[in-house]
């Protein structure tokens, strides 16, 4: 199973991740959005699947140095461009399964239900 895993390579939550995946063998290609950017079109299309509440982290540095103007969301549109413009805010890591499917966050019952097989977690 092919996967991206999105996010900041040295965010400890992402070094929890890459160790879950390298210990269940989960091969993965890696983007960080700090060093890379991330397209708004992309950006739209997760806030349509998960909603963009699930994806602005508001408990970060990156969040509580933005102005309250930037804090006051009120919709998709506003999510996307703040996002754009400060990927730090974005909930890490971000996975995309190759059915498309989205994990949000660092889960790893959920992870292991959605990125292995019934064999490989015996």
Not at 2 to 30: P, R
Request: hydrophobic share 40%.
């Amino acid at each position: 199973m092919s996967i991206t895993i999105y996010g900041i390579k040295n965010c400890d939550t992402m070094k929890k991740a890459f160790t879950w995946l390298a210990e269940h063998g989960v091969a993965h290609t890696f983007h960080d959005y700090r060093k890379g950017g991330i397209a708004p079109e992309t950006l739209a299309r997760w806030c349509e699947a998960v909603g963009w509440e699930a994806l602005v982290n508001r408990r970060g540095t990156t969040w509580r140095k933005l102005d309250p103007s930037q804090q006051a969301l009120t919709g998709t549109g506003e999510a996307v461009a703040l996002m754009a413009a400060h990927p730090s805010v974005i909930r890490r890591p971000v996975i995309e399964t190759a059915r498309g499917e989205l994990l949000v966050g660092y889960e790893p019952a959920r992870y292991a239900s959605a990125l292995t097989t019934p064999e490989s977690r015996s």
